[in-house]
Each structure stands twice: as structure tokens, then as C-alpha cells.
């Protein structure tokens, strides 16, 4: 049930763009995406919910293919600040929907 | 208070004693998550609590797992017999509704288990 993330690394140059996918084997309600820098907290980026509405910070961008059960975040013209960890949390319908998180993907970005 | 609240920061027990780690979620929250963080891992879930209704237990690792939460408020995360196993950053997370809301993270409480 935990989703899987791609890649589970990357290295970027300062201005350069990624992309971070997470998929799930089941149907998907709401996906949520967080960052953590070492020694710290995660904090919320965005969440995506079937429908299409979404909830976040006006710099990050995401897609949400509700039939593939996947989601993409896109960095574009990355910043040193932009490293970190990203993790994906995926909810199933229903009240009860617990949040699951993938292994995450650690991004480096170097001047 | 103005956040989720964790404590104790830091605990260090040997093993087979009991640890107890705290949570105060932001007032009014309704959901509260607890993960487990493994050193350079990802964020395991363990338990989940919605208003009052019954919590999702299904992510707890054994029977030496126990989490509490009284109404809408504090939560305790009860680790009996700890084992070196359990040493990890316990994370402490509450949002505002169901899985639809952003979760707000406590600092952890970091467990080290000799």
C-alpha cells in the first residue's frame, strides 16, 4: 500500500528542473507532497485530490492522473533551498483514510 | 500553542524499559497521525486518530505499540520492552479534517534505545 517514489535520488545544478513521480497500486483520493531538510520537520507543499482541486504553495506545481494512480511534482529553475527530501503521502476515500508515505527522494541541488 | 508540540525532545533508554512520548496537537485539530522515522529512512506510519471515531491501528509494528488520545487533545504513544530495533524520531502530526488537509509536524521525539 505504500506508494513508490522515482527516482529515489537526484542531483541537480542550481536553475536546472526535476521531476519526482509517485505512484500507487490503489485508487488514490488525495496525494499529498512534503519536504524535509535534515534535522527537520516535514513541511507541506501541496496536496492533489480527485476531482482536480489542489491546495498549495504558488511556486510548486503537481499533476494528479487519477486513472494511472499517479502524481508528479515538477521543481523548475531549482534553488540551492530546494534540497532536501520530497516525500508523496497518499490517502484512500472515506473518513478513515490514514495518510501513507513513500521511501522519498532526496535532491541535491549544487551551485 | 501556535504548533504541534512533542515532547521529550530526546530520550534515551535501555532496552527493555517502557517509554512514553507525548503529542499536542494544534487546538482544534481533529486528525493526529504518529509516524516513525528511522535515521535516513522514510516516514512510517503507525497509528490515526479522527475526532471519535475508533483510530487506525494498522501501522502499529507490534503489540509493544500503544497510542492514546484523549478527545480532540493530547495523544501518548506508549512503547513497551523497548528494543534497540525501536531506536527512530517518532513524529507527531495533526491536521484540521480528514486526509484532505494539510498536516502540520511536530519536532519529533528522538529515541535511542542501548
Known amino acids: 500500500q505504500q506508494p513508490v517514489q522515482s527516482p529515489q535520488a537526484v542531483i541537480l545544478r542550481e536553475g536546472e528542473d526535476a521531476v519526482i513521480n509517485c505512484s500507487s497500486s490503489?485508487?488514490?483520493?488525495?496525494v499529498h507532497w512534503y519536504r524535509q531538510k535534515h534535522g527537520e520537520a516535514p513541511v507541506f507543499l501541496m496536496i492533489?485530490?480527485?476531482?482536480?482541486e489542489q491546495k498549495g504553495h504558488e511556486k510548486i506545481s503537481a499533476s494528479f492522473n487519477e486513472k494511472k494512480q499517479q502524481s508528479s511534482l515538477y521543481l523548475t529553475a531549482s534553488q540551492l533551498s530546494y534540497s532536501g527530501t520530497y516525500f508523496c503521502?497518499?490517502?484512500?476515500?472515506?473518513?478513515?483514510?490514514?495518510?501513507?508515505f513513500g521511501k522519498g527522494t532526496k535532491l541535491s541541488v549544487k551551485p | 500553542g501556535a504548533g504541534v508540540s512533542q515532547s521529550p525532545s530526546n530520550k534515551v533508554t535501555e532496552k527493555g524499559k517502557d517509554v512514553e512520548l507525548r503529542c499536542d496537537p494544534i487546538?482544534?485539530?481533529?486528525?493526529l497521525y504518529w509516524y516513525r522515522q528511522r535515521l535516513g529512512q522514510g516516514l512510517e506510519f503507525l497509528i490515526y486518530?479522527?475526532?471519535?471515531?475508533?483510530?487506525?491501528k494498522s501501522g502499529l509494528p507490534s503489540d509493544r505499540f500503544s497510542a492514546e488520545r484523549t478527545g480532540e487533545s493530547v495523544s501518548t504513544l506508549t512503547i513497551q520492552r523497548t528494543q534497540q530495533e525501536d531506536s527512530a524520531v517518532y513524529l507527531c502530526?495533526?491536521?484540521?479534517?480528514?486526509?484532505?488537509?494539510?498536516?502540520?509536524f511536530g519536532e519529533g521525539s528522538r529515541l535511542t534505545v542501548l
Open positions: 502530526a495533526s491536521s484540521g479534517g480528514q486526509n484532505t488537509g494539510e498536516l502540520f
Open positions: 490503489k485508487a488514490l483520493y488525495s
Open positions: 492533489l485530490l480527485k476531482g482536480g
Open positions: 503521502g497518499t490517502g484512500g476515500e472515506g473518513s478513515q483514510g490514514n495518510l501513507i
Open positions: 487546538s482544534g485539530h481533529t486528525a
Open positions: 486518530f479522527q475526532g471519535n471515531s475508533a483510530p487506525d
